[in-house]
T-cell receptor
């Protein structure tokens, strides 16, 4: 079985400061890792994914994530947070061992304050 | 949200009533999915379909039914057997069923019980 953990329900950051949203995973075989963002009463928007290759993945809106195989982590980062980044962020994992389905974390609410 | 439409945005269900949520995509994707989102629980997979006239149960299929008569359409029926239907329902699609592929989400339907 595959699983995802987002250990923080909420992350608070001041605008202009760097932000990190944490994600760890468990899956058999090679992982496929995704980050999505959700604004209130909206669907999920794709930010970035790791399939293979470079461990640092760059995505939309200045976000990036680093795949760390030894720590089974895929933390989402941004060098300088904006108030408009405030939203709910989901990490997801897939893999052949998971029957080609994605498993989503419970989400982390990011709040960026002035 | 582009390319996937869901209707209605809000849906009210009376006790004992079946209701159908619409999902349409114009991305020419083969695979389509239905997820249920509850606060603090992330997304849970209800049903998914790889191809027309074929669909599979996800993790929480009880009380739900689907059909896939056309490639672009994947309606979800919430039956009276679903005792706790209040949730936010999200439809998604991807090029194929591989978990390497990015899933793209619709704007969601919020189902409320009267």
């Amino acid at each position: 079985a595959q699983s995802v953990a987002q250990p923080e329900d909420q992350v608070n950051v001041a605008e202009g400061n760097p932000l990190t949203v944490k994600c760890t995973y468990s899956v058999s075989g090679n992982p496929y890792l995704f980050w999505y963002v959700q604004y209130p009463n909206r669907g999920l928007q794709f930010l970035l994914k790791y399939i293979t290759g470079d461990n640092l993945v760059k995505g939309s809106y200045g976000f990036e994530a680093e795949f760390n195989k030894s720590q089974t982590s895929f933390h989402l980062k941004k060098p300088s947070a904006l108030v408009s980044d405030s939203a709910l962020y989901f990490c997801a994992v897939g893999g052949v061992g998971g029957g080609n389905k994605l498993t989503f974390g419970t989400g982390t609410q990011l709040k960026v304050e002035l | 949200d582009g390319g996937i439409t869901q209707s209605p945005k809000y849906l009210f269900r009376k006790e004992g009533q079946n209701v159908t949520l619409s999902c349409e995509q114009n991305l020419n994707h083969d695979a389509m999915y239905w997820y249920r989102q509850d606060p603090g629980q992330g997304l849970r997979l209800i049903y998914y379909s790889q191809i027309v006239n074929d669909f599979q149960k996800g993790d929480i299929a009880e009380g739900y039914s689907v059909s896939r008569e056309k490639k672009e359409s994947f309606p979800l029926t919430v039956t009276s057997a679903q005792k706790n239907p209040t949730a936010f329902y999200l439809c998604a699609s991807s090029i194929d069923l591989s978990s390497r592929g990015t899933q793209y989400f619709g704007p969601g339907t919020r189902l409320l019980v009267l």
